[in-house]
Nanobody
Framework: QVRLVESGGGSVQSGGSLRLSCVAS????????LGWFRQAPGMEREGVAV???????SYAESVKGRFTISQDNAKNTLYLQMNSLKPEDTAMYYC???????????????????WGQGTQVTVSS
């Protein structure tokens, strides 16, 4: 069973940056891809970014040009570099694993089988 542990959340002012990390254990990149989701209070969980086949990436429109997803396979660690943060980026951020044979690029929460506990990101104006 894949285990995912996020870290790196915190409170920043608008325009600031944060880098989230997610360490995956009992994980094989041959069978699962890793992505980031977020959920604000009272809102549905939404996909942020994912690294899929051959290192291809997919991003939500709202974060394109500001967030960068990357993965260090040697460390089984997924990262999310978040720049130019806005108050609307405030949410709990989750790392998740999707089977490689799913439509991973669509960032649909129901396709993802394993989830971390989340790390809170708060952006003040």
């Amino acid at each position: 069973q894949v285990r995912l542990v996020e870290s790196g959340g915190g409170s920043v002012q608008s325009g600031g940056s944060l880098r989230l990390s997610c360490v995956a254990s009992e994980y094989s990149s041959s069978y699962y891809y890793l992505g980031w989701f977020r959920q604000a209070p009272g809102m549905e969980r939404e996909g942020v970014a994912v690294v899929g086949e051959d290192g291809r990436t997919s991003y939500a429109e709202s974060v394109k040009g500001r967030f960068t997803i990357s993965q260090d396979n040697a460390k089984n660690t997924l990262y999310l570099q978040m720049n130019s943060l806005k108050p609307e980026d405030t949410a709990m951020y989750y790392c998740a694993a999707v089977p490689a044979n799913r439509n991973w690029w669509l960032l649909l929460p129901q396709e993802y089988e394993y989830w971390g506990q989340g790390t809170q990101v708060t952006v003040s104006s």
